[in-house]
């Protein structure tokens, strides 16, 4: 399995490209790390394949905020500049510079 560089980065805003909703990225498997149990719940015929990054979103719909694990090949660049409204936006991430939002700095003790 060769493993590719990440097509988007922290704190990029990014939309599905099949289902309505969209997201902030706050971290990113190299390939699929996840649950079989999480694979087998996705449709075959939408299933992605796992030797690609994923990545995890702080996602939102019309109706609601949640945290989403996508395929590289699933998503596309937002262009929509209406800011993020998830609540858990603040723990990751200071705030929003040309359409791309600044992780926090991680303090160590």
């Known amino acids: 399995m060769t493993l590719r560089v990440a097509k988007f980065r922290i704190g990029q805003v990014v939309k599905h ?3 309505p909703f969209r997201g902030v990225i706050f971290d990113v498997d190299p390939v699929f790390a996840n649950t079989e149990e999480w694979w087998n719940a996705i ?3 939408v299933r992605p ?3 690609q990054p994923f990545y995890h ?3 939102e719909n ?3 905020e949640y945290v989403a694990y996508v395929s590289e090949q699933n998503l596309l660049i937002d262009d929509d ?3 993020i409204r998830h609540p858990q936006l603040g723990e ?3 705030a929003q510079i040309d359409g791309v939002y ?4 991680r303090v160590s003790h």
Do not use: C
Request: glycine content about 0%; charged content about 45%.
């Open 49 to 51: 394949r796992k030797d």
């Open 62 to 64: 019309d109706e609601t």
């Open 57 to 59: 979103l702080l996602a």
């Open 43 to 45: 449709p075959e015929n």
């Open 17 to 19: 490209r099949i289902f």
């Open 102 to 105: 600044r992780p926090k700095e």
């Open 92 to 94: 990751f991430f200071e």
């Open 81 to 83: 500049q209406t800011p």
